[in-house]
Each structure stands twice: as C-alpha cells, then as structure tokens.
C-alpha cells in the first residue's frame, strides 16, 4: 500500500511540475487550455482503469486515454515539452503489461514525438530529448516489469511448493494412519474370526471359551481404537519401540488364537540406516502382517519369525504352516498390506518377496541394505 502510494505521489507531483511551469511562463492563456491540463493531472495521477491488479485489457485502456490527454494538451496548448509526460504511461505499460504492449506501446509514443516536430514548435533539440526519454523510460520499465514478474512467478513457485510440501506430508501421515489402523484392527480381527472359527467346531465349555476369546478381542480391539484415535503418535517411535510393538502383536494372537509364535531377533546396528525409524516400522509391520495373513488366509498354527543383521544388511524371515498358495494364487494372497510394505521396502532400498513353502506354508523374506 505505502508503494502504490508512493506512485501516486510521484505521478502527481510529475504532472504538477509541468502544469506549473506552464502556468510560470503562460499564464496569459485561455481557461480551456487550462482545464484540459488540470483533467490530464487529476487522470493521470489517479489509477481508474491503471490499478495494477486491473486485467490487461483494462490496463491498455487507462494507458491508451492518459497518454491521449497528454497529446490533447500538447496540441491544444501548442507546447512540446507537454510530451515529456508521456513517460507515464509508457512507464507504466512496461511494468504491467510485458514486452509485447511496451514494444507498440513505445513505437507509437515514439512516432508522435518525432512528428511533433512538423506540428508544435519546440526548439530544435527537444523533440530528440522527448524520443530518449520515452525510450530510456520504456527499457527502463520493461526490465524492471521482467524482474517483477520472474520475483511473482517464483513466489508462487515458493508458495505451491509449500502447499505441495504440505499435501504430501497430509498424505504420508494419511498412509500411516491407515498402516497402524491396519496392523491395529487387523490383530483384533483376525483373532475374533479365527476364535469363532474355532468355536463352530467345538461343543459345550470349549464353545463357550473359543466365544469368550472372541469377545475378549473384540473389546480389546475397541479398546485399543478408542485409544488410538485420543492419542494417535505420529509414527516417531524408537526402533526398540517397534520391534517391542510387533512382539506385543504376536503375543496378542497367540493368547486369543492359540498360535504357536516363535521370534527371535538379533542386535541391529539402527545408526546405519539413512532413515532409521521408517526401517523399524517397516520390520514390525511385515511380522504383523505375515502373522494376521498367516491366520486369517492360511490357518496356520505355527509361526517363526528371524530377524537378522550381517554386515550388509538386515532381514526378517516369516515361516507359517498355513495352506499358502498355488503359482497362480500369488496375487490373490497380496492384499493392500502385503503391496503397501513391499512399496515401503523398495523405498528404502530393499526388497519384500513372498514365497510359498513345498508341502505347506508361506514364507515372506524382507531385505533391507544398510546404507553404509
């Protein structure tokens, strides 16, 4: 705002100093001539029709009236140096209106400057000044128009960028609320499915104890969204947090399932990983994934997990002794959370491939490289 009104200062004090040496040196001219200079200040101090949020087409036309009243009093007042005012206008289309309209806009003023001559009787110098000054006011304006611009464009480049940074980070946390939602809710599920199961076989108190695990489940995994959407983390958890998240999980299902889970896990150097807690998170969601997979698609009784470190990378190994699958059943078996960590995986450089076992069985095997 203090700008623009700078520039309004400038414009009227710009017109007001022609309008007074006029006034100086002639005050024995008519009213007419008078009032048309006092009409050709007020419009072009004023920005009806030259604000610089007006659209092209009304910005040319402000230009194209303020530049034909200074020709007006020029002629009306038989005085050249009156054009000096067209600096104005040629100014101003440079900076708002590019290099297409300032390149006409300057050949026309130019154009007139120069025939003025023939009309007006300026002294012999001055029409070549006038031509110089809308020239050098022309370029002048123009470069800076450019630099306005590019410094416009790359703002909005820094601000959609920002919104870009921000709508990518909204669908990251998304997709990690919709992994742990997944891993959460799916334990809970997948242990009240495989308990009923279990109780549509059995009669009489065993009936009555597979129901009371399903139920136990159910609460607990009640419990546990409830919990999950007051105090949702943001995925920040400590490696050690993950793993121990995982084993909890495991733990879970064989109490209400009765699945055999065997895990046995190595030390891991974390510090080695370019993106520690995203590896974490990936290990602990692969054991539960295959664990739930491992139950609810395969019914399987028996579970061993190996996690292991070497000297170039870590890896997780689940083994069930569920039905697997066929060779052409693979795809079936791959569900969203099967392909969502193999997405995962090959974001930080590893591998998710799973395998099914002769006889009986899956197994998934998860490679993650250090990165150094």
């Not at 104890?209 to 009640?222: V, W």
């Not at 419990?223 to 490696?239: F, K, L, V």
């Not at 733990?251 to 370019?274: C, K, N, P, Y």
Request: aromatic share 10%; net charge neutral; hydrophobic share 45%.
């Amino acid at each position: 705002m203090f700008i623009r009104s700078f520039f309004v200062l400038q414009r009227f004090f710009g017109y007001g100093v022609v309008f007074l040496g006029l006034l100086w040196n002639h005050l024995d001219r008519p009213w007419w001539q008078w009032l048309i200079g006092i009409s050709a200040w007020m419009w072009g101090t004023l920005e009806h029709w030259k604000r610089p949020d007006e659209t092209p087409r009304v910005m040319r036309r402000g230009v194209g009236v303020e530049a034909g009243m200074i020709a007006i009093w020029a002629i009306s007042f038989h005085n050249a140096s009156i054009l000096f005012l067209l600096i104005s206008p040629a100014a101003r289309t440079g900076i708002h209106l590019g290099w297409r309209d300032s390149t006409v806009t300057t050949a026309c003023f130019s154009a007139f400057v120069l025939t003025s001559r023939f009309v007006l009787p300026p002294s012999a110098w001055m029409p070549w000044v006038e031509f110089a000054a809308v020239l050098g006011a022309s370029g002048y304006s123009l470069v800076l128009g450019e630099l306005i611009r590019e410094r416009d464009r790359l703002s909005r480049e820094v601000q959609l960028s920002a919104f870009d940074r921000e709508q990518r980070a909204k669908n990251e946390e998304r997709v990690r609320l919709a992994g742990q939602l997944h891993d959460t809710m799916g334990q809970y599920w997948t242990a009240v499915i495989r308990a009923l199961d279990v109780a549509e076989q059995v009669t009489g108190d065993q009936q009555r104890t597979f129901i009371g695990k399903a139920r136990n489940a159910a609460l607990e995994g009640l419990s546990a969204m409830r919990e999950a959407t007051h105090t949702w983390n943001d995925g920040r958890q400590t490696p050690r947090e993950w793993l121990q998240y995982a084993e909890d999980a495991l733990r879970r299902l064989s109490d209400f399932v009765g699945l055999d889970t065997q895990f046995h896990a190595s030390d891991i150097d974390w510090t080695r990983f370019e993106d520690r807690l995203r590896v974490a998170e990936l290990l602990a969601r692969a054991l539960i994934e295959s664990a739930t997979n491992a139950i609810r698609h395969g019914a399987a009784r028996r579970l061993v997990a190996v996690l292991r470190s070497d000297d170039t990378e870590v890896s997780l190994v689940v083994r069930d002794d569920g039905r697997g699958f066929g060779a052409g059943q693979k795809g079936e078996n791959e569900g969203m959370g099967i392909a969502t960590l193999r997405s995962i995986a090959e974001e930080v450089g590893g591998t998710l491939r799973m395998e099914a076992v002769r006889g009986h069985g899956t197994m998934m095997i998860l490679r993650v490289p250090y990165a150094w």
